[in-house]
């Protein structure tokens, strides 16, 4: 906030009530079980432990890691994630063990508060077909666009919410076959039988280890592999083809510009938000890759189109291409080119367009030679919010939370919206989920949970108007709880101020 703003703000102060605010956040419930509850502790703020978890294994289970003993505590141990169930291994710089309801992850490269996480194997899962429950229920916490249900909120609150469960990526459903309400998540998936009260987790860990822990039992919690998609993306899928887009790497989710996505290995499905029917392919193609070219000029061939771009210049393409992106959708899919064909690699031809890239491998036999090049993994990487902010002890020891109103006033009908900011170690927090805390004109205090911060570390909340005389002092809080429910909190305040 300016010193100019801060010194109006003293300058007020005496001649003010002191009052304090907040009524309807949008997308949540206000009340005393808004806070998270950690039921459990951490034995050790080290990354390593020299115990190993390992109880009595059954066929199939292995010991828990070491390095991951004191995570998978904290975390219920085996009674919450279950057996793991492979050893561990290291790859690209990762630590990795499989438990039975997730993958734990270790990255030493990571921020502090990044280092353990839980892979996102619900991306890969999908929902099962039934009874949409979401306007059934009515109550919960609207995050990422889903309604987390009552029903499974004080589990989700419990387990550390988006930066462990991590996002919804669909609603709660009702799946007849199994006899359960069901929802999933991006890190772990929840359940309820019909014959039981207990929240169970789904084997995200069992069902992604697939063939290598195949001595486990099957288990009546496996879902069913289909894709999470709302329905104006899995009819574009369709109409595209998998084979065409790749396979899905995230679940729908709202991206930094505020549309409706789905990143595909291939390309970006996208929808904006006063036409979320109208699903279209992202350009990403200049965004992400350097294979942009100076236009040139017609050439003389029979196995090109020349396709005119300004003044008589544009690109050439062959009309092997041509005809290929024909079969999905052509220039309105692809987008226009941006390139000449050129060649990578030995044997392999690229050309590039506004939405994806073409390659001709001639080291591949049949249709696998020319398809998408997967650009979507590169997008993913430099845009998608990653899921992989939890810490064993979430000592935020360089914490950097900022917090601010989008107005310094604002009349007693009016909105106000606070905005958040999270780093540690110049590095921004993502999925954490501060709490906003306010003192009403009466004295009462409400909370509220701000969204998940996004890849930037930020997130903001809007506050209903708030009827206050003129001149009222409405002051807020902002904390991030960790593990050991020691807050974290900074505070300020804006004026009800109105003209009439």
């Known amino acids: 906030m300016s010193p100019k703003c801060l010194s109006r703000k003293i300058y007020l102060i005496p001649i003010i009530l002191l009052a304090v605010t907040l ?15 950690w039921s459990y502790r951490l034995l050790s703020g080290d990354e390593k432990s020299d115990k190993n978890y390992s109880g009595n294994l059954k066929p199939g289970t292995y010991p828990v890691d070491p390095l991951f003993s004191d995570f998978y505590l904290a975390l ?31 990255d030493p490269s990571a921020a502090k508060s990044s280092r353990f996480a839980l892979a996102p194997l619900g991306l890969e899962l999908g929902v099962g077909e039934g009874e949409l429950l979401g306007k059934a229920y009515r109550t919960g916490r609207i995050i990422n ?36 309400v069901e929802q999933y998540f991006e890190n772990l998936g929840f359940y309820r039988l019909d014959t039981e009260t207990k929240i169970r987790l789904m084997p995200y860990g069992a069902y992604a280890c697939d063939r290598n822990c195949r001595n486990l039992e099957p288990s009546a919690g496996i879902p069913a592999r289909q894709p999470i998609l709302p329905a104006p993306f899995l009819k574009k899928t369709l109409e595209l083809g998998l084979p065409f887009v790749g396979k899905p790497l995230t679940g729908f989710h709202f991206a930094p510009d505020g549309k ?27 965004s992400i890759a350097t294979h942009a070219q100076n236009l040139t000029y017609p050439q ?13 210049m544009g690109y050439n393409v062959p009309i092997y291409f041509i005809e290929y992106l024909d079969l999905y959708g052509g220039v309105q899919v692809a987008g226009e080119p941006i390139s000449e064909v050129f060649s990578p690699e030995a044997g392999v031809y690229w050309q590039c367009f506004t939405n994806l890239c073409l390659q001709f491998n001639l080291n591949l036999e049949g249709e696998q030679r020319l398809r998408p090049v997967p650009l979507g993994t590169e997008y993913k990487a430099v845009n998608y919010e990653s899921v992989r902010n939890f810490e064993t002890n979430q000592e935020l020891d360089k914490l950097d939370l900022k917090a601010w109103e989008k107005d310094t006033f604002v009349s007693s009908k009016g909105f106000q919206e606070i905005h958040v900011a ?7 927090l993502v999925n954490f989920e501060p709490v906003l805390i306010v003192t009403m004109p009466d004295g009462s205090q409400r909370k509220a949970y701000f969204q998940p911060s996004d890849v930037n570390g930020r997130t903001s909340i809007k506050l209903s108007p708030i009827e206050a005389p003129s001149g ?24 009800i101020w109105n003209s009439e």
Do not use: W
């Not at 009524?23 to 509850?37: E, H, L, N, P, Q």
């Not at 889903?146 to 609603?171: D, Q, T």
């Not at 002051?475 to 004026?495: H, I, Q, S, T, W």
């Open 23 to 37: 009524i309807g956040c949008s997308g949540a419930d206000f009340g005393d079980s808004d806070f998270t509850s």
């Open 76 to 106: 219920g141990g085996e009674a919450t994630l279950g057996p793991a169930i492979s050893p561990v291994s290291t790859s690209e710089g990762q630590t990795k063990q499989f438990t039975e309801a997730g993958l734990m992850i270790f």
């Open 145 to 180: 666009g889903h309604l987390v249900i009552v029903e499974f909120l004080e589990e989700y609150e419990r387990l550390g919410g988006a930066h462990f469960v991590g996002k919804p990526i669909s609603e709660a459903y009702y799946n007849p076959e199994k006899g359960r």
């Open 260 to 286: 409706h996505e789905v990143i595909f290995e291939n390309l970006v499905l996208v929808a904006d938000n006063d036409t979320p029917n109208e699903v279209y392919a992202r350009p990403i193609t200049e």
């Open 300 to 312: 003389n061939s029979s196995l090109s189109i020349f396709y005119e771009i300004e003044g008589g």
């Open 422 to 428: 999270l780093f540690e170690d110049d590095k921004p």
């Open 472 to 495: 009222t002092l409405i002051a807020y809080k902002v904390c991030l709880f960790r593990m050991d429910e020691e807050p974290r909190c900074v505070g300020d305040n804006y004026l």
